[in-house]
T-cell receptor, first 115, second 113 residues
Framework: AQTVTQSQPEMSVQEAETVTLSCTYD???????LFWYKQPPSRQMILVIR??????QNATENRFSVNFQKAAKSFSLKISDSQLGDTAMYFC????????????FGTGTRLKVLA | EAQVTQNPRYLITVTGKKLTVTCSQN?????MSWYRQDPGLGLRQIYY???????DKGDVPEGYKVSRKEKRNFPLILESPSPNQTSLYFC????????????FGPGTRLTVL
């Protein structure tokens, strides 16, 4: 069975600093997608970044980047120059492609950015 | 505006009283899905649909039903709700092809007494 593990339930970071959120996953598949979603206090789920497993290059989106280690099945999210608006719950998620259309989410990391 | 809408946004009900949470999207997406979010458990997929009249179970389908009679709508039905179905529910949709972005609705907070 595929699983996604986020081992840090809560984290905090000072404004303008850098923070890294961890995510590991388990699968026997070779082709899949990995995602980081942000859920601010409004509860809206927002896609932060996506990584295709066949791509060796790590995905980046402005201040957000990932460190994708396929062999280690690790997919961490780095947030640079943290802003107060980054305060949110962050979920790591996984989907096999092609094949099933199931999504597997981690349990989340609550990030608080301190002024 | 492209969006996924859910109704109601908040609902308090009693055990055994049938209810339906509606989900609608205006992006012509083939794929739609329901999730529940519980503290410490993250999001878990309940059901998903790859197109009209095509549905399949996610990881936690027990106690729920769905139907996909139209492409834009994907209602979630709780025929006999129980307190363990108290949760935050999200509907989502996306195009089927490749790694298309999944768009989420605003969520429905359900409390079953």
């Amino acid at each position: 069975a595929q699983t996604v593990t986020q081992s840090q339930p809560e984290m905090s970071v000072q404004e303008a600093e850098t923070v890294t959120l961890s995510c590991t996953y388990d699968t026997s598949e070779n082709n899949y997608y990995l995602f980081w979603y942000k859920q601010p206090p409004s509860r809206q789920m927002i896609l932060v970044i996506r990584q295709e497993a066949y791509k060796q290059q790590n995905a980046t989106e402005n201040r957000f980047s990932v460190n994708f280690q396929k062999a280690a099945k690790s997919f961490s999210l780095k947030i640079s120059d943290s802003q107060l608006g980054d305060t949110a719950m962050y979920f790591c998620a996984f989907r096999v492609d092609p094949g099933t259309y199931k999504y597997i989410f981690g349990t989340g990391t609550r990030l608080k950015v301190l002024a | 505006e492209a969006q996924v809408t859910q109704n109601p946004r908040y609902l308090i009900t009693v055990t055994g009283k049938k209810l339906t949470v509606t989900c609608s999207q205006n992006m012509n997406h083939e794929y739609m899905s329901w999730y529940r979010q519980d503290p410490g458990l993250g999001l878990r997929q309940i059901y998903y649909s790859m197109n009209v009249e095509v549905t399949d179970k996610g990881d936690v389908p027990e106690g729920y039903k769905v139907s996909r009679k139209e492409k834009r709508n994907f209602p979630l039905i709780l025929e006999s709700p129980s307190p363990n179905q108290t949760s935050l529910y999200f509907c989502a949709s996306r195009f089927l092809a490749g790694g298309q972005t999944q768009y989420f609705g605003p969520g429905t907070r359900l409390t079953v007494l």
